[in-house]
Structures are given as structure tokens and as C-alpha cells.
Nanobody, 125 residues
Framework: VQLQAYGGGLVQAGGFLRLSCAASGRTFSNYGMGWFRQAPGKEREFVARISWSGVITDYADSVKGRFVISRDNAKNTLYLQMNNLKPEDTAVYYC???????????????????WGQGTQVTVSS
């Protein structure tokens, strides 16, 4: 599957954005999906993940209660609704697909097989 993330932009603190990740190729519903982000000079960090069915979701503590991950398998699309954005949310956001065979945790980027190209989110104070 190929992934393409989009929907980033510049927003003021307290605002919202919705990121999307369009998947093409292999069966999207076979994969668990995740969102990661990377700020300048920092390592890529886990943001949220969703199981192949959409039943199971998990979030980083820093975004819990503000971000919502979802997916539409009929549309082969992953979403990240980001509310009450903060300047510290500024980063490049990546979507990723996980087949589930990895021994690494879903919070570890190494457990993901495929990555999108990233979309920039900038939150001004």
C-alpha cells in the first residue's frame, strides 16, 4: 500500500485541523495504522494508532483528549482530527501502516512497514 498524507497547514493556538492519509495499492483494511510526528531536532514520536477494524485506538498522553484518530476502510483513508492545537504540536506529521507482524510496540516507528511523505503542521501562539 502507498500512503499520502495531506491536510496540514498554519493555524493559531486553540484552532483545529484534520489530517488525512490516502492509501492505494494493497488492501488498506489489512493494516493497523498510526500517526507520528517529528519536530525539528527531535526524534519521530508516536501520536496515535488505530487497529485494522477501527475498534482499538491509542494516543500519546500529550494529545489525549484533543486528537481523534479514525479510518474509513471503504474510502481507504485514515484521519487525524486535531483540536485545541498548541504550539508544541508543530511538527511534520506522518501516517504509517503496520502489518502486525513486528515485535516492536505500536508506539515504536520500527514496527511500521510503510510511511507516507509527511505533512507540515504549524501552530502559532
Amino acid at each position: 500500500v502507498q500512503l499520502q498524507a495531506y491536510g496540514g497547514g498554519l493555524v493559531q493556538a486553540g484552532g483545529f485541523l484534520r489530517l488525512s492519509c490516502a492509501a492505494s495499492g494493497r488492501t488498506f483494511s489489512n493494516y493497523g495504522m498510526g500517526w507520528f510526528r517529528q519536530a525539528p531536532g527531535k526524534e519521530r514520536e508516536f501520536v496515535a494508532r488505530i487497529s485494522w477494524s477501527g475498534v482499538i485506538t491509542d494516543y500519546a498522553d500529550s494529545v489525549k483528549g484533543r486528537f481523534v484518530i479514525s479510518r474509513d476502510n471503504a474510502k481507504n483513508t485514515l484521519y487525524l482530527q486535531m483540536n485545541n492545537l498548541k504550539p508544541e504540536d508543530t511538527a511534520v506529521y506522518y501516517c504509517a501502516a503496520r502489518s502486525g507482524s513486528s515485535s516492536y510496540s505500536y508506539k515504536d516507528p520500527r514496527s511500521y512497514d510503510l510511511w507516507g511523505q509527511g505533512t507540515q503542521v504549524t501552530v502559532s501562539s
